[in-house]
């Protein structure tokens, strides 16, 4: 380990990975024992998982202002979901069709909707870059009747206009080099938050954190953006639109 990386870690600057703490670890000449100990602090704390189960018993809206608080010290967002219309991004018809989904009361329904609304407020913070990248199931799944699909994709539509949105479509027609796992959310290059179907992760290992934003990347550069995003947007939106009149 170079010693400028070592000061770094001494001043906070940088967080230290498995491997830094296992080298310093050697380099002391601590016993096994204690350097096990350490490592499995430091491997916990590399990626933190929190059971869903807790976050309802705690409060699902209190995870909702956590993580605006999170997002209000950030400076970069980059988001990739391959499923769902980001948080960020949602109708309040939409956020309510997700929520529902988990079974939560109609209190707790009502607060973490609200909670996910004022969350938005960050998409009018032009000191805030904010990357948004999806595919086109995004588009096309019915998490809502036709009519409130069609404003949802209208709010994507009016959204990708903000001066500090950058937000990307992948269409079906597009050769793909990568898999579409899960969706995850990279704040300021430091931190990716995955969602899996028991649990949270949080992961601040530089090297797997490069690994996600290298993943972004690639999906990014396969992407719509501008105007042709939005035509596609349109597109579907009139084809729900129809579907509707139809009936």
């Known amino acids: 380990m170079s010693t400028s990386k070592l000061s770094k870690i001494e001043t906070g600057k940088v967080a230290p990975s498995v491997v830094d703490v296992e080298s310093i670890l050697v380099a002391l000449g601590v016993s096994e024992e204690v350097k096990v100990k350490y490592l499995e602090v430091v491997r916990a704390e590399t990626t933190e998982t929190t059971a869903w189960r807790l976050v309802r018993r705690l409060g699902v809206h209190k995870a909702q202002q956590q993580t605006r608080a999170l997002e209000s010290r950030m400076k970069l967002l980059q988001l990739f979901q391959p499923a769902l219309v980001p948080g960020l991004l949602q109708t309040p018809e939409y956020i309510r069709a997700v929520l529902t989904r988990h079974d939560l009361s109609e209190e707790t329904l009502t ?13 009018y913070d032009d000191a805030k870059s904010l990357r948004f990248v999806v595919t086109e199931n995004v588009l096309r ?14 709010r994507l539509i009016s959204v990708s ?23 995850f959310v990279i704040r300021d290059k430091r931190t990716v938050t995955v ?24 999906f990014a550069s396969t992407a719509l953006c501008g ?12 084809d729900f639109l129809r579907e509707q009149e139809i009936g």
């Open 111 to 123: 607060r973490t909707t609200t909670a996910r609304l004022e969350r938005q407020q960050v998409l």
């Open 141 to 154: 799944w019915r998490i809502v009747s036709p009519s409130r699909m069609a404003e949802q994709l209208d």
């Open 161 to 183: 206009r903000l001066p500090n949105i950058d937000l990307r479509v992948v269409p079906f027609s597009m050769a793909q080099r990568d898999i579409a796992n899960h969706a």
């Open 195 to 218: 969602e899996t179907i028991h649990a949270e992760l949080v992961v601040t290992d530089p090297r797997d954190v490069s690994q996600y934003v290298d993943k972004f990347e690639r």
């Open 227 to 238: 105007d042709g995003m939005r035509g596609m947007i349109e597109d579907v939106r009139n």
